[in-house]
């Protein structure tokens, strides 16, 4: 291991070392990839309503559609390509889950360690506010706010955010008020520098370890608060399905045998769940101090 | 008479994923009863690892490759876990920098000396509290029932630190290492340690092996210095004679490094470069790359052999001024 | 040595516990509410001539750290000021910041002064950056050039902390708080974490820059030797007050405060000319918790000579011979 390489080079020497969590990777990228070139892969756009034939409804894998296609994976309740619907759905949840992730680190991230840099009465404030918010099931109150915003992709957006911000700004505050103690800050702060350099160029990205071991950790969440929440019928709408609005449709047809509408984008969902913990896995573990050799 | 404490040709390897560290590669020690040896060196220098390794306290990935320590005259190297549990506490104790190392935060003192006490021996719950009482006032802790009864994070850095030398002795061992125990304290109460562990070697006769950084420290301390330097050691002898005519250079360097010898203002003479990473050191002389006598001769390994008094691992040792 | 570079006039220092709002309530309810405060500096004056090194000695708690701070401006005073060339330090009102980088610190761990994720020349160009002392275009040359004046070689800038020894950091950190220009150096404890050998390294280092630079320092050690040999004149510190300040030679040779004649025999000497081993004579006693500090001279339960009138009345600092002050009731 060359010892000038950069922090993130040696991070990925150690990362490589490990064969599931490598695998994991790439199971994330091949899923990540095909979601994202989904048209490139899919026989049928499952949102051209104009395009769906309900006389293909309900097709079990490997029927041919009127189409002239094979449908891999069967069709849903209103005649789609489940194949096409899951690469589909794939990239909506993906899609939310990092955009919400996203927001939530950037919002969390910097609200906790302004709390912890600022302390005293302001720290107060917004670190009370979050743990009252952390009281409070996340799944409840992602519900509550996209019943009163409606369905749709950025109502979703929104709802995880609110929901999952708290966490990523109690992780900073913590990981914030330990870097906040240590000379280097000390030593920037007597030079002296602004507060907006220390906090953001100093304390910030001294915080990046377990806020990216939360941020993967909550990437999963959200794309499975996001099945939940479609499932429930309060995330996306039937026109435009994702995972858990395919899961909640094909929800009646499983006891009739109709087993694949539901079973094929569960299993869609589960496995990039588990890759994505599993990524997680690893990365925390290398970045716990406490298992660092 | 058998020494109270006698290595030979110790080695502790530790075995990382980059290459095997040779922390203590070949020490030889001899250590009376009564007597004080002092062990220095700088960090890296295997100072440490050497007390560990007497008390059998080496853990994975690190072992003891080869050597023998026996104290009493009993070998210690390879002795089960129980029978070095029977040995350890009992006859020979150790001393840490941090004396929570032995202290547990959520015990009382009393606690934690009772236990200690019948680790190795059946005792009364009277006679406990009787010794314990009677070890504390010999280490020079004026209240000592008030100290059995409090926590040790109720007790100032050097009163801990004398509860530790307290437990270390319950037992009348006939070794103690103490490894660097007044380097955190404040100078005022590091005299006071010292003051009274000098009293209590000369009375109890307890063979004390004092590893420290700080040649100063030892000089008045001990009676035998050995100087160690990337797992070996340098420079041995009487102390009086190894302070005031060192004869390996590094001992030299070192003495000459310590500020308050210089006059003020000036230059300290320094030893140039760093200590040298253990890991993959090139054969011969550890010492060579810093020292100003090193010739091509030094890229072989110097044997320890008697000069002057006392003993020295150089080829080019200093002459007697 | 003309005009004071450095004046502290009457600086205190208290921390408090923070007051929990539970507390506020008891205390509301009539409970009685335990007021921790550590005065860890307790109206303190000094000041250090231009081109001199002044020591500050002490045992833990004695607030030499907090007075550091508060010459560095990184700590505002509870009371007084410290002002640097008649100008304020830090603005004594409101979010008290620093108002001058004509005043740098270096600190005593170079494993945590240095932000791990800064490569070094980064770390070094920063300030000068944010200050307008170089542009983007010079900071290349300009980092070398602080580099190479502490021994390091300047293709080195490109390098993480994790890459470098003790030794190595404590010179970059170095390198970093001279990049400033300041006329002022504070030095808190700066090679107390490193072996020896380094340590004389360092040393050196610092006497050199000094004479180049024509640098004022405040170096803060509780390692009496290291101090001795540094600085032009000392100021030995207990829990708070300064007990006794003169030149350095004069104060090592003949020490009139009874505290510093304890310290001073209570340390290990290296005494390579002495024929075997000698008994240590430590003060005895312990240090006296910062909480709640003995009322009177500070020192009078650990001191032989303590009569009714210490345990009373705090000794003031008074002149006892030219540049010599010291605390205490009795010395002369």
């Avoid at chain 1, 670190?127 to 706010?145: E, H, K």
């Avoid at chain 1, 429930?232 to 694949?260: C, D, E």
């Avoid at chain 2, 072992?63 to 190297?77: A, C, N, P, T, Y």
């Avoid at chain 3, 505290?259 to 240590?280: D, M």
């Amino acid at each position: 291991m060359r010892r000038d390489a950069s922090p993130f080079i040696r991070f990925w020497i150690e990362f490589a070392e490990n064969r599931l969590a490598l695998a994991a990777l790439g199971v994330v990228i091949l899923v990540v990839g095909a979601a994202i070139l989904a048209p490139l892969f899919t026989p049928q756009d499952p949102y051209d309503i104009g395009k769906l034939v309900l006389g293909d409804a309900r097709r079990p894998p490997g029927h041919v559609g009127s189409g002239g296609y094979v449908h891999l994976l069967g069709t849903d309740a209103q005649g789609r390509d489940l194949w096409s619907a899951i690469l589909y759905g794939l990239r909506i949840s993906i899609q939310i889950g990092i955009t919400a992730g996203a927001v939530a680190f950037i919002v969390g991230g910097s609200l906790g360690t302004i709390a912890a840099f600022a302390g005293g009465r302001t720290e107060a404030l917004i670190m009370r506010f979050i743990d009252l918010q952390l009281s409070f099931p996340a799944i409840l109150l992602a519900l509550v706010i996209s019943a009163i915003l409606g369905q749709g992709k950025w109502q979703l957006t929104i709802a995880l955010v609110a929901s999952q911000y708290a966490y990523f700004a109690r992780t900073a505050h913590g990981a914030a008020v330990a870097e906040r103690a240590k000379e280097y800050i000390e030593a920037a702060l007597s030079t002296p520098l602004s507060s907006r350099v220390v906090v953001f160029r100093h304390i910030l990205p001294n915080c990046m370890p377990p806020l990216i071991v939360v941020a993967t950790v909550q990437i999963a969440n959200a794309i499975s608060l996001e099945a939940t929440l479609s499932f429930l019928g309060l995330g996306l709408p039937v026109t435009h399905p994702s995972l858990g609005t395919l899961i909640s449709n094909g929800f009646q047809y499983m006891l009739s045998g109709r087993y694949w509408i539901s079973i094929y984008p569960g299993i869609a969902l589960i496995v990039l769940i588990l890759a994505v913990n599993l990524v997680g896995d690893q990365i925390r573990d290398q970045l716990n101090p406490r298992l660092q050799r | 008479m058998t020494a109270a404490l006698e290595v030979r040709g110790l080695k502790t390897h530790f075995f990382t994923r980059s290459g095997a560290v040779k922390a203590v590669d070949g020490v030889d020690l001899t250590i009376e009863r009564g007597r004080v040896l002092g062990l220095v060196g700088e960090s890296g220098s295997g100072k440490s690892v050497t007390g560990l390794s007497i008390l059998g306290l080496i853990d994975h990935p690190g072992r003891i490759v080869e050597g023998s320590v026996k104290l009493d005259g009993q070998e210690l190297v390879g002795l089960d876990r129980d029978a070095a549990r029977r040995v350890r506490g009992r006859r020979i104790a150790m001393i840490f920098q941090d004396p929570m190392m032995t202290l547990n935060p959520v015990l009382r003192v009393g606690t934690q000396m009772s236990m200690a006490l019948r680790a190795h021996e059946t005792v009364s719950n009277d006679t406990a509290r009787e010794r314990s009482v009677r070890a504390l006032s010999r280490v020079g802790l004026p209240t000592p029932e008030q100290c059995l009864a409090a926590y040790p994070h109720q007790l100032s850095g050097g009163m801990r630190q004398r509860v530790a030398i307290a437990i270390a002795l319950l037992h009348s061992p006939s070794v103690i290492v103490a490894d660097e125990p007044t380097t955190a304290l404040d100078v005022s109460i590091q005299g006071q340690i010292l003051q009274e562990m000098q009293r209590l070697g000369a009375e109890t006769g307890v063979a004390l092996v004092w590893i420290t950084h700080d040649l100063a420290v030892v000089s008045s301390l001990a009676h035998d210095i050995a100087v160690m330097y990337a797992g070996r050691i340098v420079e041995h002898g009487p102390t009086a004679d190894v302070l005031a005519q060192p004869r390996h250079p590094y001992t030299r360097g070192l003495l000459d490094s310590v500020p308050g010898e210089a006059k003020p203002g000036e230059k300290l003479a320094q030893i140039p470069g760093s200590i040298p990473a253990l890991i993959d050191l090139p054969p011969g002389c550890a010492f060579r790359a810093r020292c100003s006598r090193a010739s091509g001769a030094c890229e072989a390994m110097p044997e320890i052999a008697e000069i002057g008094g006392r003993l020295a691992r150089c080829f080019h040792p200093l002459e007697a001024a | 040595m003309s005009a004071p570079l450095l004046e502290l006039d009457a600086v205190s220092r208290r921390f408090s516990r923070r007051i929990s709002l539970g507390d506020r309530i008891a205390a509301k309810l009539g409970a009685t509410v335990e007021m921790r405060e550590v005065r860890a500096v307790e109206s303190v004056s000094l000041s250090v001539m231009k081109g001199e090194t002044l020591g500050l000695v002490g045992e833990s708690g004695c607030g030499k750290s907090t007075l550091g701070r508060i010459a560095a401006g990184i700590l505002a005073p509870s009371a007084g000021t410290a002002r640097l060339d008649g100008k304020p330090v830090m603005s004594e009102t409101g979010r008290r910041e620093k108002l001058t980088t004509r005043v740098q610190t270096v600190f005593q761990d170079p494993f945590a002064s240095l932000n791990p994720r800064k490569r070094i020349g980064e770390a070094i160009a920063e300030g000068p950056l944010a200050h307008g002392l170089i542009d983007r275009a010079g900071s290349r040359a300009y980092v070398a050039e602080q580099l190479s004046r502490v021994g390091l070689d300047p293709s080195y800038s490109s390098r993480f902390p994790h890459q470098f020894s003790g030794g190595q950091r404590q010179r970059i950190a170095i390198a970093r708080a001279l990049a400033m220009k300041p006329d002022l150096l504070i030095c808190d404890e700066p090679v107390a974490s490193l072996d020896v050998s380094i340590q004389a390294q360092v040393l050196n280092l610092f006497l050199d820059l000094r004479r180049a630079l024509n640098l004022t320092a405040i170096f803060i050690s509780h390692d009496l030797g290291v101090v001795r040999h540094l600085s032009d004149r000392v100021a030995i510190m207990y829990l708070g007050r300064i007990v006794e300040i003169g030149p350095a030679s004069e104060i090592y040779a003949a020490p009139k405060h009874p505290y510093t004649q304890a310290l001073l025999a209570s340390v290990p000497r290296l005494n390579r000319h002495r024929e075997g081993r000698t008994a240590f004579k430590p003060i005895a006693g312990e240090l006296p918790s910062p909480l709640s500090p003995p009322p009177g001279c500070h020192f009078h339960p650990r001191c032989g000579f303590a009569t009714e009138r210490c345990r009373s009345e705090p000794p003031q600092l008074r002149p006892l011979g030219p540049e010599r002050w010291a605390a205490c009731h009795l010395a002369e």
